[in-house]
């Protein structure tokens, strides 16, 4: 069988389920204080979040400590905070969702050590299935 046509692994699931438990119910403690705020003020809130965790990957760069990582990052932190204030510029809740969609596919990228920036292996898991959490809600207009 062709390494292109070999089945999946999932040994690396296994030694990252910890992290794919716990990032949900982070995301799910992220959103929770949105159900007793305006829909504005969940939308800034959460955008403040999604500004916010673009910069983390800058701070995996920074430690990775090549140029280039710190380059690539600094590119996409700032993506996530333009996405941030446009949401929140536009009114639009489904955009913020559509942002924690996008850095979950961020950090799916970063997996396994497949990204620009050397990152802690545990993290892309975590931050993925939690960004996730965040975004289903927000794009579903349950906020």
Known sequence: MSAAAAPISTAHVRSHRREMVVGPVVGVVAVLPAI??????????????????????????????????????AVSAAAFLWIAYAAVQLESTALVGTGFAAHAAWDAIHHEGHGPTRVRSWWPPFCAVC????????LAGWL
């Open 36 to 73: 007793f705020m305006t829909h504005s003020q969940a939308r800034l809130a959460l955008a403040i979040a999604l500004a916010g965790i673009g910069w983390v990957y800058l701070g995996f760069a920074v430690a990775d400590g090549r140029p280039s990582a710190i380059a690539v990052q």
């Open 131 to 138: 960004d996730l959490a965040i975004a289903v809600p927000l």
